[in-house]
Each structure stands twice: as structure tokens, then as C-alpha cells.
């Protein structure tokens, strides 16, 4: 049970970050020097306890921020 962020989407704005109860989000610096966000699916809970993901509300990406199979 956790969502995950769709790379290729990611705007990189940081905006679902703040929002995190789980502080379950990271930035991360990948081989190339690039800034990217993930999120740890052992930390996520899908927001379970606050009526859904506060993340996904928080993307201006529709499709960014998405159930992990
Ligand atoms: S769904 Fe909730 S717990 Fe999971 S990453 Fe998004 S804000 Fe954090
Ligand atoms: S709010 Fe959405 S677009 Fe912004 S960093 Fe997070 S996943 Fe990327």
C-alpha cells in the first residue's frame, strides 16, 4: 500500500514534500547530478488516516503521483 511518484511527470516543484505526514518523500540526486523525488514505499500509507493521498492532492501533475502495483 503506497503511491509513487511517475518520474517522467515530475515537474520537480517540491510542492508534495511539505505535505507528507509520513515525511515518506525524498529529494534525491540521481548518477547525472539530477534532482528527482521518490517516495518510500515502506514509510507510505497512501494517507490512510487523512482521507487520501495528501501528496497527489498537492501535485499540479494529474498523473504524476500514483498507486504503486
Ligand atoms: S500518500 Fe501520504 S504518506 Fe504516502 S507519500 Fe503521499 S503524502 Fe506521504
Ligand atoms: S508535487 Fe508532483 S510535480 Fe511537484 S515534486 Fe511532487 S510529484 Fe513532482
Do not use: H, W
Amino acid at each position: 500500500m503506497a503511491m509513487k511518484i511517475v518520474v517522467e511527470e515530475c515537474l520537480k516543484c517540491g510542492a508534495c514534500v511539505m505535505v507528507c505526514p509520513r515525511e515518506a518523500i525524498s529529494e534525491l540526486t540521481d548518477s547525472n547530478g539530477d534532482i528527482y523525488y521518490a517516495i518510500d514505499a515502506k514509510k507510505c500509507t497512501e494517507c490512510k488516516d487523512e482521507g487520501g493521498p495528501q501528496c497527489k492532492n498537492e501535485c499540479p501533475v494529474p498523473e504524476c503521483i500514483v498507486k504503486a502495483e
